[in-house]
Structure formats: structure tokens, C-alpha cells
């Protein structure tokens, strides 16, 4: 089974595990998360991020936050392309998704998880009344209501 590692900027990582977690109470033991501090070098930051992948010893996928920061840039150092798979822009619907199928080979592993991020971004419609168009002389105008 895949392993999850996420690495981001302090808490976010820690905090999107949590999530997980309470989505999925037995994910624990497959998703892992290093908080990037501002002031820890980021060669400290690889080499804990080195030992949590050990520890695994399964292929891994792994999420940062920002394209060229900090944690993206530790992680891309561990992504080889062929064990460990990196994505950017996590988000919680590609994290769930991911968790949800982790027991997939890592090359669908990896297209799910897109899919899950892009589809979990979308804008929401208004619906309520007050930001209708009322007819005139609309029997049922309640804009003093509100």
C-alpha cells in the first residue's frame, strides 16, 4: 500500500492530517506530515522527511502546498519518479481522495489525487432570496426582511 507524506508550511501539514484522520480514523499509519518551520534549514527538513519515507518502506506520494517553496523544494529532492511521486497545491478533497486510494498502483494513485484537488475547487452558486431579482410588483417582495 502507497504511503502519504505530506510537507508544508508549519501546521498546515500536521493540520491536513488531522483532517484526514477524522475522515479516516484507520489512515493513520499511511499518511505521515512534516511541518515546515521558518526558521529550520531546510537540509534538517530532508533528512527527517528522508527517515519518515524509510520507515514506510512502500512507495510514497507527496503533497506540498506552494509550488517552489520551501517544503515543494524538500520534497522534490526526495521525489525520484519512480517510488515517490510528487504533487503541489495540496488541498483536503486531494488528500481524502488519496487516502481513499492508496492501495492503488502510484501512477493512478497520482491521477486520483489530481482529479480529487481539481474537482474539490469549484465556485458555489447564491441561491437565497435576497440576492434574487424581484419582479415588479411582486406580491411576495420582502426586502425589508432580511
Not at 489512515?27 to 528522508?50: K, Y
Not at 489525487?113 to 419582479?135: C, E, H, I, R, Y
Amino acid at each position: 500500500m502507497n504511503h502519504i507524506l505530506i510537507i508544508a508550511h508549519a501546521p498546515l501539514a500536521s493540520a491536513l492530517k488531522a483532517c484526514a484522520l477524522h475522515v479516516f480514523p484507520d489512515c493513520g499509519a499511511h499518511v505521515s506530515a512534516l511541518d515546515v518551520p521558518p526558521n529550520m534549514p531546510p537540509a534538517e527538513s530532508v533528512s527527517q522527511a528522508r527517515v519518515m519515507l524509510a520507515q514506510q518502506g512502500a512507495d510514497a506520494l507527496l503533497l506540498t502546498d506552494v509550488f517552489g517553496a520551501t517544503p515543494s523544494n524538500i520534497a522534490k529532492q526526495l521525489a525520484d519518479g519512480i517510488h515517490t511521486r510528487l504533487l503541489t497545491g495540496v488541498n483536503l478533497p486531494m488528500l481524502l481522495r488519496a487516502v481513499t486510494y492508496r492501495h492503488e498502483p502510484l501512477d493512478a494513485l497520482v491521477q486520483r489525487a489530481l482529479a480529487g484537488g481539481a474537482q474539490g475547487v469549484m465556485q458555489v452558486a447564491v441561491t437565497a432570496p435576497q440576492n434574487q431579482t424581484l419582479k415588479k410588483n411582486d406580491p411576495d417582495d420582502h426586502q425589508s426582511q432580511q
